[in-house]
């Protein structure tokens, strides 16, 4: 919690501290909620919880959203599993932006997953750290 970190710092300097994405918009109302829940239940005051959790709990493709000058100590992900096969057949424009921007779309076949590692660790500071989601590989 807040208080067991800095208790003198003000709820609203917390706006940079966290950052989360979806793409589905009804999945990102139900976490903006949950965090307005779990930040009144610490002493947050509803109007600057519902402020944070709209600010951390962000709508949009992760890999496409501008992130500026980030550098994290943590990045957390879920990454989806999808074969860019799959993916070319209903979000083309966005395969070819991966392959623009990302090494690990530049050639071949590949799951999307691996672009949001590669995305994931360009957000890092020098001492941070990547937490994945990674499915089990068949021989590693």
């Known amino acids: 919690s807040r ?6 710092l ?13 793409l589905q918009d009804d999945h990102a109302a139900t976490t903006r909620t949950l965090v ?17 959790a ?8 992760f890999l496409l959203a501008d992130h500026g000058l980030l550098r994290a100590d943590v990045v957390i992900g879920n990454p989806p599993y999808i074969r860019i096969q799959v993916l070319k057949e209903w979000a083309p424009l966005e395969v070819e932006y991966y392959k623009r921007r990302y090494r ?10 691996v672009v949001f590692v590669e995305k994931g660790l360009s957000l ?11 499915r089990e590989v068949a021989g590693a």
């Open 124 to 134: 890092l500071n020098e001492r941070g750290r990547l937490l994945a989601i990674a």
């Open 104 to 113: 690990a779309a530049g050639k071949g076949n590949y799951d999307i997953y």
């Open 3 to 8: 208080s067991q970190v800095n208790p003198s």
């Open 36 to 52: 307005t829940r779990v930040l009144k239940r610490a002493g947050c005051p509803s109007d600057t919880a519902a402020h944070l």
């Open 10 to 22: 003000p709820w609203e300097r917390l706006g940079d501290c966290l950052r989360g994405w979806d």
């Open 54 to 61: 709209g600010v951390w709990v962000q709508v949009g493709d």
